[in-house]
């Protein structure tokens, strides 16, 4: 894919010190005008298996030896490369080079890609926490003067000094609170955030009026002491969100941009926009199809990996239904298109997953839910204080509004705007610790709901590779001789074969020749005179085995390579804690029905599902749902993306394709699937802290508040009880560690 404009360009991440913020998402002036005269062009690559900084030199290493790159930069948080070209160079040389190093590699649409948006957000609520924090010190430094007894001249002078500091901060770091509750009361309902608002202007206000009239008591120190606690809450939780991205989106940059039409009989290259139902269209082996259609001429095999999530390719020939996003492995094919652009299987798939991620986005958190009511109460109590005091008074506004201003301080929602953020980041800390990665700020509450779990096959129980299982049954001879064959192939089995072959320490025979591949069927050569197969049962005549399995034959004797997919580690622990927690198990996979009922029987999953297709997956999901059930969802491939995004919670393994782990709510970071168990223990001890954070809010409030409404908590002793309590529900956080 090549474009004339420019994309962010963002630093390493493998643990190193980050280069500044603004580098890292602004390219060069000079190379801005370069791509605008055409000399150079930009590749974005998703590279699915990229997961640790020695990736970064091979795959970097790997990209800079080819000719014409001038450029390339790994990021393994988003698992994308980005290559810097001269104009004119192909995205197909890249992945080839790619995959010669062992990477698997698919070129992304950079304009269906999401902004930094998100980043430059998080980076703006930390630069006004910042703020926030030193103003804050410094206030409580010169208030520390006022309460030691400064007095008089003393006193006024530093209570300015402190309105010089306080009032621009409340302006600068407040901005986030007072533009949500402008919109809230734009859209006519009473946010969180108008309490906040209210109380950040009030006592600001007031705290001016009272320094210009020379009064005893300034507040200043309880403004900037609100704005801190709460854009700490506020940080922690966007923090937690920070990571989540449409998997719509990334759904639809997997989509090819490109295809190769016949017109007249001769090839024209089409952006994939433009094609029409009808048009027939070349995938020559190692193209990906752009389009669902039907083929007309040639045969081969294809990986149905992205729609299926079974690694195992699927023969295809001629009248055989393919469909967009499927990967042709062995032979030309012409395919005459029957469903194109968002009619087509890709399309559709994102369709489904930006569906239901729209629903798991209507979840109330317990934080918001505690908000609904607790807006109103505030505002309630604070004008009702004014009123009472107004008229006990017989009219001292100033008295009234500081009794007013005092319930507000102390009913501030700091403490409750910590509760859920605060635990969320202790638990999230302890579960990355343990291999998982929390991308959604609502995800340890769902996780602690959970009745039911869902369970993917190929990628998620298994490691979705297959590798010999009798290979110490043949002569090495005959190995000699497959691996001979094998390693002309770029065929899953194939490949696995070669590489058996390799570590046992089998070299490929040398007296075999004239090897070439049979498209659809497998590899054949010439070995001492006599044909030599290595392929499908059928065609090299051989008896075929229950299990997967790959032929090879010469002469009259045939011999069966048989494949199995490695379980993945922790598998079974996982499934005898989910069982062992009272959790209903489900196996769900696109894999036919004597592989998928083996592992059942072998992990003791009492309900499964076999050739199940994405719709299928997305329903079981939807019908659990509806019946009841807390779905959680663990997959890795595009056939789980729209399952991912519709279950109640999902988790998906971090070798999964860039769409799995963007819709997931957690990413599995290691191989083993025993922290998932974990998760889920740990997710109920999360939800316990936050109902205990509230009790201790709820508690904190219910002895405070009176004290304000009958005027014996000044605004000053609200900030401080108010920060009291704040640090209360930190601590209680800080137990999950």
């Known amino acids: 894919m090549t474009l004339q404009s420019a994309f962010p360009v963002t630093e390493h991440e493998a643990g190193g010190m980050a280069a500044c913020p603004a580098c890292a998402v602004a390219p060069s002036a000079q190379s801005i005008a370069q791509l605008a005269a055409g000399r150079r062009a930009q590749i974005i690559l998703s590279l699915p298996a990229a997961h640790c900084a020695a990736c970064i030199s091979t795959v970097e290493g790997a990209l800079m030896a080819q000719a014409g790159v001038k450029a390339a930069r790994l990021n393994l948080t988003q698992r994308r490369v980005l290559i810097e070209t001269e104009a004119g160079v192909e995205p197909d040389r890249m992945i080839a080079a790619l995959s010669r190093a062992g990477y698997e590699a698919y070129e992304m649409d950079a304009g269906l890609l999401s902004s930094t948006k998100t980043d430059r957000a ?26 030691s007894g400064g007095d008089g001249a003393t006193r006024d002078m530093f209570h300015w000094i402190s309105a010089l500091i306080a009032i621009p901060t409340v302006a600068f770091s407040g901005r986030p609170f007072f533009a949500s509750a402008a919109r809230s009361l734009a859209a006519g309902r009473l946010s969180m955030d108008v309490p906040i608002s209210l109380a950040l202007t009030l006592a600001s206000a007031i705290s001016l009026y009272e320094t210009a009239q020379g009064g005893h008591h300034a507040y200043f120190d309880a403004a900037v002491m609100l704005c801190f606690f709460l854009l700490l809450g506020r940080y922690l939780d966007h923090r937690t969100r920070a990571m989540a991205r449409s998997a719509a989106e990334e759904l639809a940059a997997l989509e090819v941009p490109r295809a190769t039409v016949l017109v007249g ?25 752009p389009v669902d259609g039907v083929i007309v001429a040639g045969m081969s095999e294809m990986d149905r990996s992205l729609l299926t999530g079974e690694s195992l390719p699927a023969f295809a020939g001629l009248g055989a239904q393919v469909l967009a996003g499927e990967v042709n492995l062995t032979g030309p094919l012409d395919i005459r298109a029957t469903a194109v652009g968002r009619a087509s299987a890709l399309h559709r798939m994102a369709d489904m997953v930006a569906i239901a991620e729209g629903a798991k986005t209507r979840y109330t958190s317990l934080a918001e839910r505690a908000a609904g009511w607790y807006s109103p109460l505030v505002h309630l109590l604070s004008f009702s204080a004014f009123g009472f005091w107004l008229w006990q008074t017989g009219g001292d506004v100033r008295y009234a509004i500081n009794i007013s201003a005092a319930v507000l301080i102390i009913t501030c929602p700091c403490a409750l705007g910590l509760a859920v953020p605060a635990v969320v980041t202790s638990a999230s800390g302890k579960l990355f610790r343990r291999g998982l990665l929390i991308k ?6 769902r996780l602690a709901q959970v009745d039911t779990v869902v369970l993917d096959k190929t990628g998620t129980l298994t490691m979705g590779a297959p590798t010999p299982v009798d290979f110490a049954a043949h002569p090495a001879q005959i190995v000699a001789l497959a691996a001979a064959l ?66 090879l034959r010469w ?17 079974q622990a996982a499934v005898d804690a989910f069982a062992a927690m009272g959790k209903t198990v489900y196996l769900i996979s696109g894999d036919t029905a004597g592989p998928v009922a083996a592992l059942a029987n ?14 299928d997956k997305l329903r079981l999901v939807a019908d659990l749902s509806a019946q009841g059930h807390r779905v959680l969802m663990v997959g890795d491939g595009l056939n789980d993306t729209a399952a991912l995004a519709g279950a109640h919670v999902s988790i998906s393994p971090a070798s999964a394709l860039d769409a799995a782990r963007v819709a997931a709510d957690i990413v599995l970071l290691g191989a083993d699937m025993a922290p998932i168990a974990d998760a889920l223990r740990i997710a ?54």
């Open 684 to 737: 109920g001890q999360a939800r316990r802290r936050i109902l205990e954070n509230f009790t201790l809010s709820a508690a904190y409030n219910v002895i405070a508040v009176p004290l304000a409404l009958v005027g014996l908590a000044t605004p000053l002793a609200a900030a401080l009880a108010m920060s009291l309590s704040s640090i209360t529900v930190s601590l209680n956080a800080l137990r999950l560690k």
């Open 486 to 551: 094998a390693q002309a192939s770029s065929h899953p089995l194939a490949v696995s074969l070669a590489a058996a072959a390799k570590a046992r320490g089998i070299a490929p025979s040398h007296d075999v020749t004239q090897i070439r591949e049979v498209a659809g069927f497998g590899i054949e050569g010439r070995y001492q005179g006599r044909t030599l197969r290595l392929g499908r049962a059928e065609w090299v005549g051989a008896r075929p085995l229950d299990i997967t399995a790959s032929y």
């Open 440 to 445: 959604n700020g609502t995800a340890l509450e």
């Open 555 to 571: 002469g009259e004797v045939s011999h069966a390579f048989g494949f199995e997919d490695q379980l993945r580690n922790g598998a």
């Open 265 to 289: 009989g001769a090839e024209v290259v089409r952006p994939t926009r433009d094609l029409a139902i009808g048009d027939i269209i070349r995938v020559r082996p190692g193209g990906r199809v």
């Open 122 to 147: 998080t980076r703006d609520l930390a630069m006004r926490l910042g703020v926030a924090f030193f103003s804050m010190m410094n206030v409580m430094l010169l208030s520390v003067a006022v309460w």
């Open 602 to 615: 072998r992990l003791g999953i009492g309900f499964w599902t076999a050739a199940a297709l994405p719709e």
